[in-house]
T-cell receptor, first 113, second 114 residues
């Protein structure tokens, strides 16, 4: 069965600092992995996805994530945080032939001036 | 429409009443998903449609929950005899392809059961 664990329900960084949001997955088959962002009172928006091509994936708004099979990780990073990055971030794994995404519990990112 | 549309955006109901939540997916998207988002619970999968059939309804919490999709388009999630623990945001998403494609989410229907 597939599952996702996000380490840290809340992360706080200063503006301009590195953002690191952690995601570990469990999958019995090669996974497809996703990061979604949810701004207050909005739906989820895709940031980036890994679908077995390049292991370093670049997304919107300067975010990127690296697929590391040996560590079963797919951590999300951004070199320099902006105030506008404050949101909730969800990591997800696709279930092969299952037609659905399994989401982690989410990490709320706060950015301090 | 251009995106996934959900209605109502907010619903307040009394315990024991039935509610219907509607999702209008992006035109041409064959797959449709319902998720529930509760405070501190993340996103919980409820049901998935491919066309009008539901090959995976494993996430429906009880027999009070049901969903249907007609014409390969609009879907309705029905909760009968609502309970306070049903209070949550119900999110709908659609996609062109299941499994590997991007899911496009609506803004959700916030349900409050008093």
């Amino acid at each position: 069965a597939q599952s996702v664990t996000q380490l840290g329900s809340h992360v706080s960084v200063s503006e301009g600092a590195l953002v690191l949001l952690r995601c570990n997955y469990s999958s019995s088959v090669p996974p497809y992995l996703f990061w979604y962002v949810q701004y207050p009172n909005q739906g989820l928006q895709l940031l980036l996805k890994y679908t077995s091509a390049a292991t370093l994936v670049k997304g919107i708004n300067g975010f990127e994530a690296e697929f590391k099979k040996s560590e079963t990780s797919f951590h999300l990073t951004k070199p320099s945080a902006h105030m506008s990055d404050a949101a909730e971030y969800f990591c997800a794994v696709s279930v092969p032939q299952g037609g659905k995404l399994i989401f982690g519990q989410g990490t709320e990112l706060s950015v301090k001036p | 429409g251009a995106g996934v549309s959900q209605s109502p955006s907010n619903k307040v109901t009394e315990k024991g009443k039935d509610v219907e939540l509607r999702c209008d997916p992006i035109s041409g998207h064959t797959a449709l998903y319902w998720y529930r988002q509760s405070l501190g619970q993340g996103l919980e999968f409820l049901i998935y449609f491919q066309g009008n059939s539901a090959p995976d309804k494993s996430g429906l919490p009880s027999d009070r929950f049901s969903a249907e999709r007609t014409g390969g388009s609009v879907s309705t999630l029905t909760i009968q005899r609502t309970q306070q623990e049903d209070s949550a945001v119900y999110l709908c998403a659609s996609s062109l392809l299941d499994n590997t494609g991007e899911l496009f989410f609506g803004e959700g229907s916030r349900l409050t059961v008093l």
